[in-house]
């Protein structure tokens, strides 16, 4: 790590304390340090603190004129290998996701292509609040790292979800997205995302609850890692992840075509698509009116895609997810074998705020070998980044 530069911003929350340990483990770590401190940020903890710590100037004012870099919002933003703000206010996250840039900290923020992470900290109701959940979201959009807030005590005296997430968390996560970029570099990625549509006449379709955020958060990821990724999805209203050839589709068979004419080049196939296992046995070309107080539909069986590539040649490293709502680990495993699969990504769709159209998602990763790895409740930013890690590890294998 020592030849990586992490831009610390702090601003004003009681948690800016806490931002002195996450400072100090990173330097530790051989990491340089380069602490932007926001004006509220000053009244909580003093910059000399954090010079202290780091043996880095710290910058407080954009405006001051002796300075050790040029402009500095641009220098540091050019500099960093990665900017962590921690804490962050639901004011600076306003700012960040409305593109406002009126202090060192937002312009630099504003000015750099590094990966940016952010550890809320703030009252339960501020961070419930539908703004500032629309503006966590349009950062996660961005690809922004967001880790906690937690449950736990708050500075009010309450218990909530608002707490600064533990900072061994924080650095532990720094470390891992400093680690392992390009790692991917030169290998092609086929991914498959969100729920099939099948059609029922011009209007209906069968459909299921699938947002796509899965496999996006994975495209997007092994983009960043270097590879080359092919995104082929279905129905959803995420917006196309820049870098990444996307294939649109609509039903099971188109899907599963899309898989057969791409496989052949791929050296890793993830399917993350929810797939209709079934669809209408006719598709109706006029929309069907109503008439009778029943209406039977037959439906006949989709093709399996993941199963379907078991045969092929070359074969890829080939990796499939499992939404179960019961008997999670079994079920999961008798699919890893039933599609002869890598891995399997255990999915339990019936836990609160995880899975099917959540933004976190909690897993377990099963290997061949029947070795389970369960990880806690996670951005699916984050999930995705410990697939790829795994499958990083397989190909060197
Ligand atoms: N899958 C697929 N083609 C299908 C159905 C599923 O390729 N027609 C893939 C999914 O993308 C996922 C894995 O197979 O990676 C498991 O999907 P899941 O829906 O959990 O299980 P199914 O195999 O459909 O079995 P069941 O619905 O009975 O649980």
């Known amino acids: 790590m020592s030849n990586k530069t992490v831009v610390l911003g702090v601003t004003g929350s009681i948690a800016a304390y806490k931002a002195v340990d996450v400072a100090s483990q990173l330097t530790q770590r051989g990491i340089n340090v380069e602490v932007i ?4 940020a000053t009244h909580f903890v003093t910059p000399l603190t954090f ?8 910058i407080t004012d954009m405006f001051r004129l002796a300075s050790v870099f040029s402009v500095e919002h641009v220098a540091l ?3 960093a290998d990665l900017i962590v703000i921690a804490p962050a206010t639901a004011n600076i996250i306003a700012k960040l996701a409305g593109g406002i840039a009126d202090d060192s900290l937002t312009c630099t923020v504003l000015a750099t292509a590094a990966p940016i992470v952010i550890a809320p900290a703030m009252h339960t109701g501020m961070y419930e609040n539908s703004v500032t959940q629309r ?5 996660r959009r961005r690809d922004f790292t967001i880790i906690g807030p937690i449950h736990g005590r708050l500075a009010s005296g309450g218990i909530g979800l608002g707490r600064f997430a533990p900072p061994s968390e924080i650095v532990t996560t720094i470390c891992h997205l400093l680690s392992r970029r390009k790692d991917l570099i030169g290998k092609q990625i086929l991914i498959t995302a969100a729920g099939t549509h099948e059609a029922i006449d011009p209007v209906r379709y069968i459909g299921n609850r699938s947002s796509g955020k899965m496999g996006y958060a994975l495209a997007a990821a092994a983009r960043d890692r270097g590879a080359h990724v092919q995104l082929i999805s279905a129905p959803t209203s995420l917006p196309k992840p820049l870098g990444v050839e996307v294939i649109d589709v609509q039903t099971a068979a188109e899907m599963s075509s899309a898989v057969s004419e791409k496989i052949s080049r791929a050296d890793i196939l993830i399917m993350a698509a929810a797939v209709a296992d079934y669809c209408p046995v006719k598709i109706r070309k006029r929309k069907v009116k109503k008439a009778d107080q029943r209406w039977d539909l037959t439906l006949k069986r989709t093709p399996d895609i993941l199963a379907e590539t078991a045969g092929c040649s070359p074969r890829p490293l080939r990796i499939g997810f499992a939404a179960e709502t019961e008997n999670l680990l079994r079920n999961a495993e008798a699919k890893l074998n039933q599609k002869d699969l890598d891995l399997i990504i255990a999915n339990d769709i019936t836990i609160p705020g995880s899975g099917f159209g959540a933004d976190k998602n909690q897993v377990a990763i099963i290997d061949r070998s029947g070795d389970i790895e369960e990880l806690p409740l996670l951005d699916k930013t984050e999930v995705a980044q410990r697939v790829l890690d795994r499958a990083v590890k397989l190909l060197a294998e």
């Open 51 to 58: 010079r202290s710590i780091t043996a880095r100037p710290v």
């Open 135 to 139: 503006n966590l979201a349009e950062l």
């Open 77 to 79: 933003a050019e500099a």
């Open 37 to 40: 401190l926001t004006e509220a």
